[in-house]
């Protein structure tokens, strides 16, 4: 008897309804337009067409395969040992970052330029801006501590005639701070995200990734360990992530006239209750809590903002009342 390869379309589990990837991916179209991406392809034990998600150069093909085929980035690419981020999980943030803002609109996404989002630490991959400006049309800053990201985000731009206007990347000389120094005192920013690195040391980063890879059902070389991709200022955090999240709320309460929601992923449930507490010592008027799942990968991100009811709605009717609207 013969088997044949599987390449349907049926929904990934948990990802967001609007994400573009949340069917199977669809070898059979893709490789018939980017047969590029043909030497990374394998039949694996399912009998489905897949690829190494422990291999960087596979992941960076199919993400460049991802973006020009559903996002229109004809061009895309990192330099080598920086974080090469998978497509549908980044964009989920941003689908659910938009209705975070339609959740304090009447359930209607504001659409268009009028939108100004702030990714502290964009990377040198620029993943979220060109997710958030390709599906919602908004106005993106993303800020880096890296001479070398700031540059390779900013040739991604250039090569896809995406003016600073759209997206303007700025490098954060202070690597000790978050806002400060970067978010310039007369703007104004309807979202703020965060990436934050997750791991106290580069000892827990690769015990991470060893467990990440077993998780997936990948076996692990010691080169695979060792060129996972990433950056140390990516990867790791004196502290680990509740730190570097408790400076980041610290620093928020500087502008929290300049900021409607300001958000940041968390990769450990555990971390939430330390969050909270620390976001009502800070007086914070409202916490919400969004959960995310990408297949067995379970995440989530912490939106908080310090405008009463009142200012909420007096920001909308200055900011939103003039962008386009979609249901």
Not at 145 to 157: E, K, N
Request: neutral net charge; contains cysteine.
């Amino acid at each position: 008897m013969t088997t044949s390869k599987k390449t349907d379309t049926e929904p990934k589990n948990g990802l967001h309804p609007r994400n573009r990837n949340n069917a199977r991916y669809d070898f059979v179209t893709l490789l018939g337009q980017y047969p590029e991406l043909r030497q990374f392809v394998f039949v694996n034990r399912y009998q489905r067409e897949t690829i190494d998600f422990s291999n960087p150069d596979a992941v960076r093909a199919l993400n460049k395969t991802l973006l020009h085929h559903f996002y229109g980035i004809h061009f895309w690419d990192i330099p080598k040992d920086y974080l090469c981020p998978p497509v549908p999980g980044r964009a989920d943030y941003i689908h659910h970052l938009a209705d975070l803002l339609a959740s304090v609109n009447e359930d209607v996404i504001p659409f268009g330029r009028m939108i100004s989002v702030f990714d502290l630490g964009v990377g040198a991959n620029c993943i979220y801006p060109l997710l958030g400006y390709k599906e919602y049309g908004w106005q993106f800053v993303g800020t880096e501590i890296d001479h070398i990201a700031v540059s390779s985000a900013r040739d991604i731009l250039d090569a896809n005639h995406i003016p600073p206007e759209h997206i303007a990347i700025r490098l954060q000389t202070n690597p000790g701070r978050f806002f400060r120094g970067a978010l310039l005192p007369n703007e104004h920013y309807d979202i703020t995200m965060c990436n934050p690195p997750f791991h106290s040391s580069v000892e827990q980063a690769v015990a991470g990734t060893k467990r990440k890879w077993k998780n997936l059902g990948i076996k692990t070389t010691a080169r695979s360990l060792l060129n996972f991709g990433g950056q140390q200022n990516e990867l790791y955090y004196p502290g680990g992530e509740i730190a570097f999240v408790k400076g980041l709320i610290a620093e928020s309460v500087e502008y929290q006239e300049q900021v409607f929601w300001f958000t940041t992923l968390l990769s450990k449930g555990s971390n939430l209750p330390l969050v909270k507490k620390e976001l009502h010592h800070f007086g914070v008027n409202e916490i919400r809590i969004v959960n995310m799942e990408q297949g067995q990968k379970k995440s989530r991100f912490i939106a908080w903002t310090f405008l009463t009811p009142e200012l909420q709605r007096y920001w909308r009717s200055e900011r939103w009342q003039n962008s386009t609207a979609v249901q």
